[in-house]
């Protein structure tokens, strides 16, 4: 239980962060309504609608600013500090696709990596995989799945001779999924990291049809580290998580969740050196809520996290599993230990990924619903009722508010280039983006998650430039998906968990070219905009319209040029 001292303290601060964003948010819009160019009832109404989203991101980002200040997460050194008599039996699991031999070759050596990493604090390393989905089941299908299953247990039994006998595998056949129209592992990374939980639970539940490992290992199992396949996971950051999830006072939390930084310790592109994640450090929300975020890389309590996650989920509709859980149990998130993950390596890459969170975020609007009218749904029905506390809510809507930011956004500038007088009003719209990228920026660096003030603050400003010209595209992105997922949730119910893996994405990006993101958005916004400027004499519209369509060249350029090796964060493989 959490002590009633402790529920008062994080109480007043949510309050307070909570009272403080809304007035935020008023005051911006109520200011900003003011050098809105007045032509008309109607103009004033949508420019009014669109600072109401924009103007609740800047308002959520200053304030995360203040709170990065002024709360402090402080049980995270206390608990790395502690003495843990009683250590914890663990296992590091990968969830995957087995979809080529060179996705099996990199999945294996990410197993070394973290075998290398923390062979000392964890008891063995599995591979929870699934065969990449298919339309038909034929015998060619059969043929590659037998051709890349032998692949991997083969590798798996070379690891094993190598090393110690700790690695494993943990396979699942397709089933019919109507639909999705396809042959697909049962809810994707949600269900074979479900199916996990009840096999380790209860060994008589195995959904896995193939499983390959010594079953010593999985016996008795108190903690699972779950990992993407790209993750890296620094020397030490096992031990951290553990020794943290086995103190007493850590009773309440059933997930500890890693730091997240980016990862440049080799050659890589201007393009990733400008792209940064648009998210507060989720060690900010530890310290206003008293519990953080989820983003499905991190270590969970095994029979907690079964026995509190079990049938609260409808099946063919969660694509963002990590948020839900997070409103479901509750996490803990610990700066010390970090994990490491590059940035993507395309434009398009960037696109494909953002695109799935968005649907993933719309998805999940019914848990910020009220219960009676979540319920009435009916995939919802017959799932064990769950009240979604006022945190959990919120946290949903701050997240479709950020999907959205980019269509207003859009809206307001086109407003500034033809409404008359509206060059000041788009020099404050231009202002207010600059800022939000800085504010965020500062508030990682004040919670150490960036490191290299000078080079990484010129590094923002430029990348809240490339956000701007990229904005056609996110436009699309965000209009697509919120589409797509109410045409989905509320009509269809199809195609809910379409989603694609990156390393298939980087499969067939080598074979063809993904310009839809990219060039066809940049071209048509980028054309309109330039030639209805230079017709109202608006040469900061026309400009903007200029560098719209430069954009896809730019964006081609910048993936080819290396980075300096001085400018390239250097974040070591041990905290």
Not at 396 to 401: A, E, K, Q, R, V
Not at 402 to 422: D, E, N, Q, T, V
Not at 432 to 446: D, G, M, R, V, W
């Amino acid at each position: 239980m959490i002590r009633p001292d402790v529920v008062r303290k994080y109480r007043f601060r949510a309050i307070c962060y909570l009272s403080c964003t809304m007035v935020l948010w008023i005051t911006a819009f109520t200011l900003a309504i003011k050098f809105t160019p007045a032509n008309s009832l109607v103009v004033t109404s949508i420019a009014a609608l669109c600072l109401l989203v924009t103007g609740f991101n800047y308002a959520g980002a200053f304030t995360t600013l203040c709170a990065a200040t002024l709360f402090r997460n402080e049980a995270t050194r206390f608990n790395l500090e502690a003495d843990i008599s009683s250590p914890r039996k663990t296992i590091v699991v990968i969830p995957c696709l087995l979809s080529s031999n060179r996705v099996i070759d990199s999945l294996l050596q990410s197993l070394l990596d973290h075998y290398n990493s923390s062979k000392s604090d964890v008891a063995a390393f599995i591979l929870l995989a699934d065969f990449a989905d298919a339309k038909r089941m034929d015998e060619g299908i059969l043929n590659l799945d037998a051709a890349l299953l032998e692949r991997a247990m083969h590798g798996i039994d070379k690891l094993n001779q190598e090393y110690c006998n700790v690695f494993g595998i943990l396979v699942r056949q397709r089933i019919w999924a109507p639909a999705e129209s396809a042959w697909m592992g049962r809810e994707r990374k949600r269900g074979k990291l479900e199916a996990l939980n009840k096999f380790l639970v209860d060994s008589a539940e195995c959904e896995f049809d193939i499983v390959k490992c010594d079953l010593t290992l999985l016996a008795n199992v108190d903690y699972v580290l779950t990992l993407d396949a790209d993750t890296v996971l620094p020397e030490g950051v096992a031990k951290g998580l553990i020794s943290t999830a086995a103190l007493p006072s850590n009773s309440e939390y059933t997930i500890i969740q890693p730091g997240v930084r980016r990862c440049l310790n080799e050659p890589k592109s201007v393009y990733q050196w400008l792209t940064t994640s648009p998210f507060p450090p989720l060690s900010i929300l530890q310290g206003i809520f008293g519990h953080s975020k989820f983003v499905g890389k991190g270590l969970y309590k095994v029979r907690d996290f079964n026995a509190r996650t079990e049938n609260v989920f409808p099946s063919n509709w969660i694509l963002s599993h990590d948020v839900l859980e997070s409103i479901h149990v509750r996490v803990l998130t610990i700066d010390e230990s970090c994990i490491l993950e590059s940035n993507p390596e395309s434009f398009e890459e960037a696109c494909v990924r953002l695109h799935r969170w968005y649907r993933g975020d719309w998805q999940n609007i019914p848990w910020s619903l009220p219960s009676s009218i979540r319920y009435s749904i009916r995939e919802f029905k017959s799932l064990r009722r769950f009240r979604v506390g006022f945190v959990g809510a919120w946290t949903i809507f701050d997240l479709i508010m950020r999907s959205i930011h980019a269509p207003f956004l859009m809206i307001l500038i086109w407003i500034s280039c033809l409404c008359k007088g509206g060059k000041t009003f788009l020099l404050i719209v231009l202002a207010l983006e600059f800022l939000l990228a800085f504010i965020t920026f500062l508030s990682k660096y004040l919670r150490g998650e960036e490191e290299a003030w000078h080079s990484r603050t010129f590094c923002v400003l430029l990348g809240a430039t490339f956000f701007l010209m990229a904005l056609p595209a996110h436009v699309v992105m965000a209009v697509d998906a919120a589409t797509r997922s109410f045409w989905r949730m509320f009509i269809s119910g199809r195609f809910r968990l379409q989603w694609k893996a990156m390393a298939e994405f980087k499969i067939e990006k080598s074979t063809q070219r993904y310009h839809f993101w990219t060039f066809t958005p940049a071209l048509i916004f980028g054309l309109a905009l330039t030639l209805a400027s230079l017709f109202k004499h608006f040469i900061p519209g026309a400009l903007i319209g200029v560098l719209w369509l430069i954009f896809p060249f730019l964006t081609s350029l910048l993936e080819k040029i290396r980075v300096a090796p001085h400018l390239q964060g250097n974040y070591p493989r041990k905290y």
